[in-house]
């Protein structure tokens, strides 16, 4: 039970990333966001720790290097 626990707090952390990119994505695009903001930037640093702490946990680690990079 305790492994399912932690399971669902990396999984939850990776969507959260993919949502923080999703986001600050499209606030840029719909130019609501300038690529040189810091909450762009802010969005895009936090995402990828997510993504990375998930794909880590997950032993994914072609992808987890691709989120550092």
Do not use: C, E
Not at 37 to 55: A, Q
């Amino acid at each position: 039970m305790h492994q399912t626990i932690i399971t669902v707090i990396f999984d939850g952390l990776g969507w959260l990333g993919a949502l923080l990119f999703l986001i600050s994505y499209f606030l840029l695009v719909t130019k609501r966001w300038a690529s040189t903001s810091f909450k762009f930037h802010l969005f895009n640093v936090f995402g990828g720790l997510f993504l990375s702490m998930s794909t880590l946990y997950d032993g994914s680690y072609p992808a987890t290097f691709i989120n550092f990079a």
